[in-house]
């Protein structure tokens, strides 16, 4: 391993812990040439299937891409970093325990989806207008009936109160 500071291939490892549910293990280096100290994470290299888009292209699958999705959708809403990070890794798993050798990218966006109502609903909304490409107000109200009726007695009242609020806020502009 070469040192990031000083490039020297010297270093040794003063600390190792696993990390991300056990999947990836961290560890602390020492560079033996400057003495900094720096961070590695090894994981197992997994084959993942490809990805199969809507307009029928293949690419390799990317989990910085589905991250930055799920983030971006997540801006400006109480959805910690950590529950962002679990439901990509959950997704990721599906994808490796399904032994596929190519998926759909409609799988994965309903999968997000699924998991992302649970978490919430208006991260959710946001996922799903860029995801199902929503052009008027009734995909909205569609979508929003939803989440409603698949919402279970265990999901917090706030979020279908907000579900419900948001509704009627889009049949009242009509």
């Known amino acids: 391993m070469q ?3 000083c490039a020297d291939d010297g270093n040794r490892v003063i600390d190792s812990r696993l990390a991300r549910d056990g999947s990836e293990i961290r560890r602390r280096r020492e560079c033996d040439e400057c003495g900094r100290r720096f961070t590695t994470r090894e994981r197992i290299e997994e084959t993942l299937p490809r990805i199969i888009k809507h307009d029928e292209r293949r690419e ?6 589905l991250l930055r999705g799920v983030e971006h959708a997540c ?7 950590e529950a962002v990070e679990r439901l990509v890794d959950r997704v990721e798993r599906g994808l490796h325990e399904s032994g596929e050798r190519e998926v759909t990218s409609d799988l994965i966006g309903r999968q997000v989806l699924e998991e992302l109502s649970a978490i919430d609903p208006l991260a959710a909304v946001r996922f799903a207008s860029v995801f199902r490409n929503f052009s008027s107000p009734s995909d909205y109200e569609a979508f929003f009936a939803e989440i409603s009726e698949g919402s ?3 999901d917090p009242p706030e979020a279908e109160g907000a579900a419900e609020g948001m509704v009627r806020s889009l049949r009242a502009r009509r």
């Open 3 to 5: 040192c990031p500071f």
């Open 75 to 81: 801006v400006k809403r109480p959805v910690s970093t």
């Open 60 to 65: 390799e699958y990317d989990r910085n891409k």
């Open 152 to 154: 279970s007695p265990g």
